[in-house]
């Protein structure tokens, strides 16, 4: 009889974690299956909280997922054989083991109440109707974090499928098969969580299929990529491009080249110069020499050391040549017959007067709007100088009128009266005192 009694449930993701572990190292075990409320009252004394899985060794009695992952680990060693999943022995050396159990306590203590807390707040969001975004921030880091531990290896910080990775796909599981989770700008944490679900479901039976499958999700990371970086693009973030570029990312992608060009975003091109980026696409070429910055642009694209006219001059050869591509394709002599020449410069001939009837319209319009306005300024002075006319008129007939009122008969006989009366002497009258 076996020494190990696992107790485990079919519906909790730890739980088949826990019991694919035992089964790939081939320790051997007997699974007892909780599926009832008497079947838990049967480990409840020696398990208060009730939780699963529970592992027994003897007198042993383990309830907390990350004891029993290193305990079945270090079993491993012992009695089992990692010989087809070469991490999943504890290790020998002391860093590893410390880098370890880092993982396991930054999994179970960080990692599952975030997830926890975010999924409980979205489900109170079907009574509160104001989103408590402070949880899903919180967890948006967390993942970041987890997404560049990935960077550079197979699987969590290690070439090796190790009990870390079994411990937080086990805690992620109910996140990421929601509808509402979102793998953006996680590229290295989605490829990841694919591998580990193939994994548990037994697609792979050892690490060496499994790692010749994994380099065919690369596919799906460098798609990932390729949005990030239109991302980066379209929302003029230079910053990041930047990151990613130093972060050994490849950002050297023709759509993005177009797109900064069609943008006019001379800081993304800038960046990709930096990062020795191909920037001579045709079509971005073609576009820059339509556009008002295109000789900026021009200078990106083909980078130092050319004038001007060198650069304008391999434009226009770049650009015959991708013409001559087109035609053979379309099974067409690569370069253009007479009949054809003929009709290339008509039409030009045709686009020139085009574009001078065109512009002597526009010199027309101009010219009719600035008489207009000059007609318009001349009219505005015009009334003002008659205004300030009328103003000194008025001013001017005061002492006019007043000379008029003088001279009537009426007032004659007034003034003389008035000057008589001025000119008698004045009697004082004497008064004796007797």
């Known amino acids: 009889m076996s020494r190990f009694i696992l107790y485990t449930s079919k519906t909790s993701p730890i739980c088949q974690v826990v019991t694919w572990l035992c089964r790939s190292v081939e320790i051997k075990f007997v699974e007892k299956q909780v599926n009832s409320q008497a079947d838990m009252e049967e480990?409840?004394?020696?398990?208060?909280?009730?939780?699963?899985?529970?592992?027994?060794?003897?007198?042993?009695?383990?309830?907390?997922?990350?004891?029993?992952?290193?305990?079945?680990?270090?079993v491993t060693n012992k009695f089992g054989n990692s010989s087809k999943w070469k991490g999943l022995g504890w290790p020998e050396d002391f860093a590893e083991r410390?880098?370890?159990d880092e993982l396991l306590s930054y999994s179970q203590g960080v990692l599952k109440p975030a997830v926890r807390d975010y999924i409980n707040g979205q489900q109170a969001l079907m009574y509160d109707s104001v989103p408590d975004t402070t949880k899903y921030d919180k967890l948006?880091?967390?993942?970041?974090?987890?997404?560049?531990?990935?960077?550079?290896?197979?699987?969590?910080?290690?070439?090796?499928?190790?009990?870390?990775?079994?411990?937080v796909f086990s805690n992620l599981y109910p996140l990421c098969i929601r509808n509402d989770h979102?793998?953006?700008?996680?590229?290295?944490?989605?490829g990841w969580f694919r591998v580990m679900r193939k994994i548990i479901n037994n697609e792979?039976?050892?690490?060496?299929?499994?790692?010749?499958?994994?380099?065919?999700?690369?596919?799906?990371?460098?798609?990932?990529?390729a949005e990030t970086v239109m991302d980066c693009v379209k929302n003029d973030r230079p910053d990041l491009l930047d990151k990613l570029a130093k972060d050994g990312a490849n950002i050297n992608m023709p759509l993005a080249v177009v797109e900064a060009v069609n943008r006019g975003n001379l800081a993304i091109l800038k960046v990709m110069s930096d990062h020795k980026c191909f920037l001579?696409?045709?079509?971005?070429?073609?576009?820059?020499?339509?556009?008002?910055k295109g000789e900026a642009m021009l200078a990106l694209l083909f980078g130092p050391g050319q004038s001007p006219e060198e650069r304008k001059k391999e434009a226009e050869e770049i650009l015959q040549?991708?013409?001559?591509?087109m035609r053979v394709a379309l099974g067409l002599p690569p370069d253009l017959t007479e009949e054809e020449l003929k009709a290339v410069e008509a039409a030009k001939k045709r686009a020139e007067e085009d574009q001078k009837r065109s512009q002597m319209a526009q010199q027309a319009m101009a010219e009719a709007n600035a008489k207009a306005q000059a007609d318009a300024q001349a009219q505005?002075?015009?009334?003002?100088?008659?205004?300030?006319?009328?103003?000194?008129?008025?001013?001017?007939?005061?002492?006019?009128?007043?000379?008029?009122?003088?001279?009537?008969?009426?007032?004659?006989?007034?003034?003389?009266?008035?000057?008589?009366?001025?000119?008698?002497?004045?009697?004082?009258?004497?008064?004796?005192?007797?």
């Open 204 to 225: 792979w039976k050892d690490e060496n299929s499994c790692l010749d499958c994994y380099e065919s999700d690369s596919d799906e990371e460098d798609y990932l990529l």
């Open 321 to 325: 040549g991708e013409n001559r591509k």
């Open 280 to 292: 001579k696409w045709p079509m971005a070429i073609s576009m820059a020499l339509r556009l008002a």
């Open 140 to 167: 948006r880091a967390i993942l970041q974090d987890l997404d560049y531990k990935k960077k550079g290896h197979h699987f969590l910080g290690s070439s090796h499928l190790t009990i870390v990775d079994l411990l």
């Open 98 to 100: 410390a880098r370890l």
């Open 43 to 74: 480990i409840s004394e020696r398990n208060p909280n009730k939780n699963l899985p529970v592992l027994q060794d003897n007198d042993l009695l383990l309830t907390e997922a990350p004891a029993i992952l290193k305990y079945l680990s270090e």
């Open 182 to 190: 979102s793998w953006e700008k996680l590229s290295r944490l989605e």
């Open 380 to 434: 505005a002075q015009a009334q003002a100088q008659a205004q300030v006319h009328a103003q000194t008129q008025v001013h001017a007939q005061t002492p006019v009128q007043a000379q008029n009122l003088t001279s009537s008969p009426e007032n004659k006989e007034t003034n003389a009266s008035s000057t008589e009366t001025e000119s008698k002497p004045v009697v004082e009258d004497k008064i004796e005192v007797e």
